[in-house]
Every structure is written in structure tokens, then in C-alpha cells.
């Protein structure tokens, strides 16, 4: 029974932390987004996003991002400066293909920097991905 069981393994479903100009602050906010570079929408997109570090965790926080469509991109949050110091993760779950998706992505303290910042798919940004 147990090899009955199929696994839909997530690809071209990214999270990225974006460093950008906050026009309503006047400063450079680090932002995350989730991007579908998928030729398909997802559905039901929901993010589960934390940070921890040794006993030190910051609070679950939880979107509902609805459906993203084909190559497109949606904001999840606004990372504090205080938050990059420690290991930021991203729970990631959505329906496709009439299947559901989950992945999760870490990104590891201190790692999310300028230093780090690649292109990014579909969004015309540079900013920093994990696997």
C-alpha cells in the first residue's frame, strides 16, 4: 500500500527575499515573495513562515495568498532587519494539477544579504533564493 502512495515532488515554486525601497518609510525593506514560475496556476496557496534560532524563535505567522497565476508573483511579508539573524523558514502548500503541493524553503541565518542577491524568475529583481 505504501508504494501506492504518489508524492508530487514541487517544482518552479520559489520564495525569495527581495531588498527594496519602501517609498510609505523612505527605507530599504527586505520583503519575501513566493513566485509560480510554473507554466500553471497554483490554488489555494498558503505560507506558514517562522524564525528561530537556538531557543529564540519569532512569533508563526500564516498567509492565505489565494491562487497565483502562471508566471507571477505575490508579496507574503516584510522581514524585520532583527529576524535576518536567524534561520527564516517558509512552509509552502498548494494545489495543482489537482494535486497537493508542499515545500519548504530555509533560508539559514544571516544568509539573506545583498552579498547573496541573484536574478530572480519572472520578477525583474535581483534577490536571495534558497533551494
Given at each position: 500500500?505504501?508504494?501506492?502512495?504518489?508524492?508530487?515532488?514541487?517544482?518552479?515554486?520559489?520564495?525569495?527575499i527581495?531588498?527594496?525601497?519602501?517609498?510609505?518609510?523612505?527605507?530599504?525593506?527586505?520583503?519575501?515573495?513566493?513566485?509560480?514560475?510554473?507554466?500553471?496556476?497554483?490554488?489555494?496557496?498558503?505560507?506558514?513562515?517562522n524564525?528561530?534560532?537556538?531557543?529564540?524563535?519569532?512569533?508563526?505567522?500564516?498567509?492565505?495568498?489565494?491562487?497565483?497565476?502562471?508566471?507571477?508573483?505575490?508579496?507574503?511579508?516584510?522581514?524585520?532587519?532583527?529576524?535576518?539573524?536567524?534561520?527564516n523558514?517558509?512552509?509552502?502548500?498548494?494545489?495543482?494539477?489537482?494535486?497537493?503541493?508542499?515545500?519548504?524553503?530555509?533560508?539559514?541565518?544571516?544568509?539573506?544579504?545583498?552579498?547573496?542577491?541573484?536574478?530572480?524568475?519572472?520578477?525583474?529583481?535581483?534577490?536571495?533564493?534558497?533551494?
Amino acid at each position: 500500500m505504501k508504494k501506492d502512495i504518489e508524492i508530487p515532488i514541487a517544482k518552479d515554486v520559489h520564495v525569495a527575499i527581495v531588498h527594496e525601497w519602501n517609498s510609505e518609510f523612505l527605507e530599504k525593506n527586505w520583503n519575501a515573495y513566493i513566485i509560480n514560475d510554473r507554466d500553471t496556476i497554483i490554488e489555494a496557496v498558503i505560507v506558514v513562515s517562522n524564525g528561530y534560532e537556538g531557543d529564540r524563535k519569532t512569533s508563526t505567522m500564516r498567509h492565505g495568498l489565494g491562487d497565483i497565476r502562471a508566471k507571477d508573483f505575490k508579496k507574503i511579508e516584510v522581514l524585520q532587519e532583527d529576524v535576518l539573524a536567524f534561520n527564516n523558514e517558509f512552509f509552502v502548500t498548494y494545489f495543482a494539477d489537482d494535486k497537493l503541493y508542499e515545500k519548504r524553503f530555509l533560508f539559514k541565518k544571516h544568509s539573506i544579504k545583498e552579498s547573496n542577491a541573484q536574478s530572480l524568475p519572472v520578477m525583474d529583481l535581483e534577490g536571495v533564493m534558497t533551494k
